[in-house]
């Protein structure tokens, strides 16, 4: 993976990188233990039309974006996030059509789950698809119709990071930030009581 920070992904598609990390909160004397975990992703480009639709072997899954002009938000945004999960880039690209009247060119960035063990494909099915939810609901790009406003994941917290050529991307996302009452971003403003400072009127 040229000019990435993560090792040589290895040849097999089904992988994924994530670490489950404990939280630990104190809140009057009680331990409140949450479950994060992480999702990197690799982020490659600018890339043509026709490059992309070209990106067709056994590395060419993951999540994409589409940059082009909008009449309301102006030149170059962030049109759609979307992810090739059971076809490559290339095929899944190449069934949309925004190109034909968009009134300049595109711009396509491919973002990669950075492999480094084994999955079952009904898990990376789960986890890619995830990803997709929380980029979309954080984002809310102009062409994309689902997932704009619940995430709709109940469990650990998920946080995905944005690495590479990420463009309009935030750097890192996660449930906790964009729909804190499923996991850790509920609990926080609950359960902790803010610091207060004592006043010396003779100070």
């Not at 909160?25 to 690799?42: A, G, P, Q, T, Y």
């Not at 945004?77 to 059509?97: C, D, E, W």
């Not at 449930?175 to 207060?196: A, F, Q, V, Y």
């Amino acid at each position: 993976m040229t000019g990435s920070i993560f090792p040589p992904e290895p040849k097999f598609r089904w992988g994924i990188v994530y670490a489950t990390k404990k939280i630990l909160i104190f809140s009057n004397k009680i331990e409140i233990w949450r479950s994060v975990v992480d999702i990197h992703i690799d982020w490659q480009g600018p890339l043509s039309l026709s490059e992309a639709r070209a990106l067709r072997s056994d590395e060419d899954y993951g999540l994409y974006q589409y940059y082009g002009d909008h009449p309301v938000y102006g030149a170059n945004v962030l049109l759609y996030i979307g992810k090739a999960s059971g076809q490559t880039f290339g095929h899944r690209i190449s069934q949309h059509n925004w190109h034909s009247w968009i009134p300049t060119s595109t711009e396509i960035f491919v973002g990669r789950i950075c492999a480094e063990c084994h999955l079952e494909d009904r898990e990376w099915e789960r986890i890619i698809g995830l990803s997709e939810k929380i980029q979309i609901f954080a984002h809310s790009p102009a062409f994309n119709a689902a997932n704009l406003n619940k995430i709709g994941h109940e469990g650990d917290d998920v946080r995905v990071l944005n690495w590479g050529k990420r463009k309009s991307l935030f750097p890192e996302v996660s449930i906790s930030r964009w729909e804190g009452g499923c996991t850790l971003g509920h609990d926080l403003p609950r359960n902790l009581i803010p610091r207060t400072q004592s006043r010396d009127e003779n100070r």
